[in-house]
C-alpha cells in the first residue's frame, strides 16, 4: 500500500512541478479573465501599490474576511513572491450547490508567497501551516479560503460558504432526552419519591361500593370533604429535570455529539476545497480550457486583460434548470443525477451554444480605458442573430432629446419577435434535452404560443427605442408620521411634504401599428389607468400626486414618448424646440447598429452633487471627486459582417497625460479618503 502511495504522490509532484497557470483552468469554468502583470507593469509600479490607502487592511480581527486577505496579498505582489512579469487568471466553477472563484498567479518564489499567506492569515493562537501533496503544498481557512502552491504556480480559491444543516436534531434530541428522564423517574421510583397511581387508591378505596352505587341519586350533592378524607396525601413531585446530574452530564454529551458532527460537516467541506485544487494541479490536457483554440488564441494576445466566456458550458446549466427533480435539497446534486439517468438524449442546444466565441479585450490607454467585445457565431445561431439585428434606429427620437444637462442616452434597434423566437427555441431545446424535463415547462410554453396575440405584443411597436437622462428633477413627496402633542399628551399622525430629486428622462419609441396603440390606450383610459391631459396626452392615474402629475405619456405621428419632463411633454414636444438645443444629427453615423450609448459622467455626478440636500444620492463630496476625474463613456454596437459582432466600450478620464490605470487607483484612493 505505501508503495503504491508513494508512486500516486509522485505522479502528482511530477505533473505539478511543469504546471503554466493557463494549464490550472478547467474547461468547466464559467468564464475567464486574464491579467496581464507584464503589460500593467509598463504603466504602473507596483511597488506604490502598498501605500495606496484604499488596499491596506483596516480589520483588525481575529479572523481575516476573504476580501481583506485578497487586498492585502496583491498590495504587495513582489513580497508576495508573484512573478510581476506573468500573468494572473480569474475563473469562477459551481461544485453542485456551491461555487467557488479562483485566482491562479505566476510566482517566483513559493517560499515567499507561503510566508506572505500565513503573514496575513495567521495569529499568535492560530498558527497556520500548509499541507503537503506531492510538489504542491495546500492550507485551506475559515471553510471559505483555500490557497495551494507548486514551485511556480499559486491557487487562491475563495469558496460560498455552504449551508449547514442537520435532518431531525430536534425531534432526536426530545426522543435522547426522554430516555434520560426515564431513568431518571425510575431513580426516584425506587427511592418511593413518586407516589402510587391515584386510579388504583380510587378503586381500591371507592365511597360507594357496587351496591350503593344502584341506590346512587345523581343529583344528591356529595360532600366534597368526604372524598378528600379518603384520598391520601399526594407528595408534591418535582418535574424540573433541568438541575439533575443525569440531564446536566446528557446536555453536556449532546452539546458535544452537535459540536463533533458539525466539525465533521465541515472537515468534510475542507476537503472538498482540498480536492478540488489537487484536481485542478493534475488534471489532463483534454479538460483543461487552453486545449481550447479560440481561447489559447485570445490568451496568447498581449493585451491588458482579456475576458473568455465559453457558451458551450452554459446549454448544460440551462439543460438542468428545466429538471423536474429539482428541489432546494437536491437542486444540484450531480451524483445522484448520475445514478439516475440512465439514458442521456441528445443536446439539440448545443448546436446553438457549441463552435461559437465570445471574449473580449481591453486596454488601459492614456487618459481611457477601451475595451472591445467579439461574438464570433456559428450558422444555427447566425439565423437567430440576424433576424434580431436587422433594423435601424429612428433619427426622429433627436429632435426632442434635450443636450443642455444631458447625463446620458442608450439606443437600440431589435427584431421583438425575432427576440421572442430566439429564447423560446433555446428552451425549446432544452427541454426536448432534459431526460427528466418537467413536462409543465413544455406545456406552458406551448399554451403561450397559443393565447398571446403576437401582432399586439410584437408589432404595435416597430423594436427601436432611445431613453435619455436630460437632468435633475424635484419634486414633493407627501408622507405620514408620529408627532407628540404636549397638551393632549398623546402622539397623532401629521402629513408631512419633504422635496426630492429623481433624474429627467425621456423613453422613445416608434410605433409601427397606430391602431393597436390606440387600442391599448383607449382600455387603459377606461381603467382609469391613464387619464388624459390635452390632446394625444395623458397622465398616470395612479392614486399618488408625485406619480399623477409627474409622468406623461405622450404621441406624435409615428412616436411614442413616455417622459417626467413637463414642459416637454405638454408645450415642446408639439411646439417650437430649438435645434440647438437638442441632440440632432451627433449620433447619425451609429443609426445602422443594434446599440450605442453615451455617458456624461462629469454632468451626472454635478447634478447629483448640487441636487443632494437629503443626500439621497449619497457624499456630495464623493460625487464631486468623480465628477473630478471621470469625463464621459461610450459603447457601440457595430453592424454584424459574416458570422461576427463586435461592441466597442471606452470610459474617458479628465486626465489625458496619465496611464487611465494609474488615475482609476489614485480615484479609489481619494475616495477612500473621503469620510
Known sequence: M?????????????????????????????????INLASLSQKINFNDLGNYSFL??????????????????????????????GKILLFSENHDSISNFTYVVSITNNKLFKKRVTEILGTIKNELKFSKYGKFEILNYNNS????????????????????????????????????????????????????????????DTILDKKNEENFDSNEIIDSTVIEEVLPDVPYYDYDYSNDSLIKQFERNWTAKLREKEAKFWHLHDEKMSQNHIKLFTQKNNTQMIADKGFA???????????????????????SMFDKRKNYYQNNDTAKNKKEIVVEKQNTLSELFDNNKFFGIGNFEKGKIEMNFNFEFNNKLKA???????????????????????????????????????????????????NNADKKFAIGLELLDLFINKDVIFHTFKGDAALAFTGMKSYLKTFNTWEYDSLTFE???????????????????????????DKIISLLNRLEAIKENGKNIWTINSGKNEIDSSFFIVTKDNLFFITNDKKLAKEQIYGNLSSTRVVANTYNSYLSSSSFGFWDASIMFKLMAENNETKEFGN????????????????????????????????????????????????FDDLNKIK
Open 56 to 85: 491596506q487592511n483596516k480589520n483588525k480581527d481575529n479572523t481575516v474576511n476573504t476580501q481583506a486577505f485578497i487586498k492585502e496579498l496583491f498590495r504587495m505582489p513582489e513580497k508576495a513572491g508573484f512573478n510581476v512579469k
Open 491 to 517: 402622539s397623532r399622525i401629521v402629513q408631512q411634504t419633504k422635496t426630492k430629486y429623481i433624474p429627467e428622462f425621456v423613453y422613445i419609441l416608434t410605433i409601427e401599428n397606430k391602431s393597436n396603440l
Open 384 to 434: 437567430h442573430i440576424e433576424k434580431i439585428n436587422n433594423g435601424n434606429i429612428n433619427p426622429e427620437f433627436f429632435k426632442y432629446i434635450k443636450s443642455d444637462n444631458l447625463m446620458g442616452l442608450t439606443c437600440m434597434s431589435i427584431n421583438v419577435e425575432a427576440w421572442s423566437d430566439f429564447y423560446i427555441d433555446i428552451f425549446k431545446r432544452a427541454i426536448e434535452s432534459n
Open 145 to 204: 479560503l483555500s490557497i495551494s502552491c507548486s514551485k511556480n504556480v499559486a491557487l487562491i480559491s475563495i469558496w460560498s460558504r455552504p449551508y449547514y444543516y442537520s435532518y431531525n436534531d430536534e425531534e432526536l434530541y426530545n426522543i435522547e432526552r426522554n430516555k434520560v428522564i426515564n431513568i431518571i423517574d425510575s431513580i426516584r421510583y425506587s427511592k418511593n419519591q413518586i407516589p402510587p397511581d391515584l386510579n388504583e387508591v380510587i378503586k381500591s
Open 297 to 319: 488564441d485570445v490568451y496568447n494576445t498581449g493585451n491588458d486583460f482579456t475576458l473568455w466566456i465559453p457558451l458551450s458550458v452554459y446549454s448544460k446549466k440551462l439543460i
Open 2 to 34: 505505501k508503495k503504491y502511495l508513494i508512486l500516486i504522490l509522485l505522479l502528482i509532484s511530477i505533473i505539478a512541478h511543469s504546471q503554466t497557470p493557463e494549464k490550472l483552468v478547467p474547461a468547466n469554468a464559467d468564464f475567464v479573465i486574464s
Open 620 to 667: 456630495s463630496a464623493f460625487l464631486n471627486k468623480l465628477g473630478e476625474k471621470i469625463n464621459n463613456g461610450f459603447y457601440y454596437a457595430k453592424p454584424i459582417k459574416s458570422n461576427q459582432s463586435e461592441t466597442s466600450v471606452s470610459i474617458e478620464l479628465k486626465n489625458r497625460e496619465n496611464s487611465s490605470l494609474l488615475e482609476i487607483l489614485n480615484l
